[in-house]
C-alpha cells in the first residue's frame, strides 16, 4: 500500500496528514497531548484537507482542551505509599522484599501488596506489575468477548493485549485481530467492557460511521457515558513519543 506522511499547520495547530489508499477523510486528536491527525486519500489535495481542518477546528480545539484538563499521574518510583490504580480504584502500594516468588495481592479496599526479591528495582518491580495486570486482563477478556460476539453476532479470529498510547483498543477488521490497551487495567470494569464492544462492533463496520454508533446504540445505550468517563481518568505517566 503506498502511504504519504507529511505535516500541515492550520491556525498555529500541527497536524499529522497520512494519505493512502482509502476513500474517505478520517480525522482523529489523540492523547496524550491532543496530538492531530488526519487519514486521507491519495487525490485529496492539501488545500481540501485545510478546508477540513478548518470546519472542524472549534471540535479538534474541544478535544485537545479536554486532554490538556486530563490528570496526569506523575512518574512512578514503585515505593511504599504510592497510588496504584486497578478496575478504576485508587491503592496504596505497600512493598514487601522477601526472597520467594515475585506476586501481587489486592488486600481490603485502597491496598495493593507487592512482593519482590530484595534489591529488584523500581524498573523490574513496574514489571512485575504490569504482567500481574497483564494476567488479570487475560482472566477478564475471555467472557466479555463470549457475550459481546454473541450479542453483535461476530467471532473475532484473535485478540491480545498490549500497551498503546494513543487508543485504547484496535481492530483489524480483515484478519479479524482484536488488540486492547494494557492500561485498560487501571480503569473501571465497565470500560473494559465498552472497549471491547467497541472493538468488535468494528468486525461490522470499519469507520465511526452512523453505522457504527446506531449498532453501541442498540446494543450499549449509555456507551457514550463510559467513553467519557475514560476521557475523565487520570492518564499514567508515559514517556509519550511518536
Same mark, same amino acid.
Given at each position: ?105 489486592? %488486600?481490603?479496599?485502597?491496598? *495493593?501488596? =507487592?512482593?519482590?526479591? +530484595?534489591?529488584?528495582?523500581? !524498573?523490574?518491580?513496574? &514489571?512485575?506489575? $504490569? ?45 479479524? %485481530?482484536?488488540?486492547?490497551? *494494557?492500561? =485498560?487495567?487501571?480503569? +473501571?470494569?465497565?470500560?473494559? !467492557?465498552?472497549?471491547? &464492544?467497541?472493538? $468488535? ?42
Amino acid at each position: 500500500m503506498t502511504i504519504e506522511t507529511k505535516s500541515l499547520t492550520v491556525y498555529g495547530i500541527k497536524v499529522e496528514v497520512v494519505r493512502k489508499d482509502i476513500k474517505n477523510l478520517h480525522l482523529g486528536v489523540y492523547p496524550p497531548h491532543g496530538r492531530v491527525r488526519v487519514a486521507a486519500p491519495l487525490v485529496v489535495s492539501d488545500d481540501a484537507i485545510r478546508l477540513a481542518l478548518i470546519e472542524k477546528l472549534g471540535w479538534i480545539k474541544r478535544q485537545k482542551a479536554k486532554f490538556a484538563e486530563q490528570p496526569r499521574q506523575s512518574k512512578r518510583e514503585m515505593v511504599n505509599g504510592e497510588s496504584h490504580y486497578f478496575l478504576g480504584r485508587r491503592n496504596r502500594l505497600r512493598v514487601h522484599e522477601h526472597d520467594a516468588r515475585a506476586r501481587v495481592v489486592v %488486600r481490603g479496599v485502597g491496598r *495493593l501488596d =507487592l512482593f519482590v526479591r +530484595p534489591g529488584t528495582s523500581a !524498573e523490574q518491580r513496574e &514489571a512485575i506489575l $504490569l504482567r500481574w495486570h497483564r494476567e488479570q486482563l487475560q482472566i477478564m477478556i475471555p467472557p466479555l468477548l463470549e457475550k459481546w460476539q454473541k450479542l453483535l453476532r461476530v467471532k473475532a479470529a484473535d485478540w491480545g493485549i498490549k500497551r498503546m498510547k494513543t487508543k485504547w483498543g484496535s481492530c483489524n477488521p480483515s484478519a479479524r %485481530r482484536v488488540w486492547l490497551n *494494557l492500561e =485498560l487495567a487501571k480503569k +473501571p470494569a465497565i470500560c473494559l !467492557e465498552y472497549i471491547v &464492544a467497541h472493538e $468488535l462492533a468494528h468486525l461490522h463496520e470499519r469507520h465511526h460511521n452512523e453505522r457504527f454508533t446506531a449498532l453501541l446504540d442498540t446494543h450499549m445505550p449509555q456507551w457514550r457515558q463510559y467513553r467519557d468517563m475514560l476521557a475523565r481518568l487520570p492518564l499514567a505517566h508515559e514517556d509519550w513519543a511518536y
